[in-house]
């Protein structure tokens, strides 16, 4: 069975900075394409970024210069670098995991293996 588990969430002021971190459970992450999306209260979840199998990184334009998605060299940790945060960044935040070559991994209907999220709290 595929687990996905992410970590690394916390509460930090504006103009601060966090490192979220996903593994998939026995998998290299790799293997997959991968997803981070968040989800504020009374708001849908929506996409944050995405790195694909082959190295192929894209952003929310929400996001684009802010934050930073990345894999360690073994592929097995997936990181989400999050700098410059703003209150509006508030939300649990889920990484996602799909098998290779969806077309479009901005929607979470693209994804198969969700984390259980993590809180992240910007005080302004």
């Known amino acids: 069975q595929v687990r996905v588990v992410e970590s690394g969430g916390g509460s930090v002021q504006a103009g601060g900075s966090l490192r979220l971190s996903c593994i998939v459970s026995?998998?290299?992450?790799?293997?997959?394409?991968m997803g981070w999306f968040r989800q504020a209260p009374g708001k849908e979840r929506e996409f944050v970024s995405a790195?694909?199998?082959?190295?192929?990184?894209s952003y929310a334009d929400s996001v684009k210069g802010r934050f930073t998605v990345s894999r360690d060299n073994a592929k097995i940790t997936e990181f989400l670098q999050l700098d410059s945060l703003k209150a509006e960044d508030t939300a649990v935040y889920y990484c996602?995991?799909?098998?290779?070559?969806?077309?479009?991994?901005?929607?979470?209907?693209?994804?198969?293996?969700w984390g259980q999220g993590t809180q992240v709290t910007v005080s302004s």
């Open positions: 996602a995991a799909t098998s290779m070559g969806r077309a479009n991994l901005r929607v979470p209907e693209a994804f198969v293996y």
């Open positions: 790195l694909r199998w082959n190295g192929e990184a």
């Open positions: 026995g998998r290299t992450v790799s293997g997959y394409d």
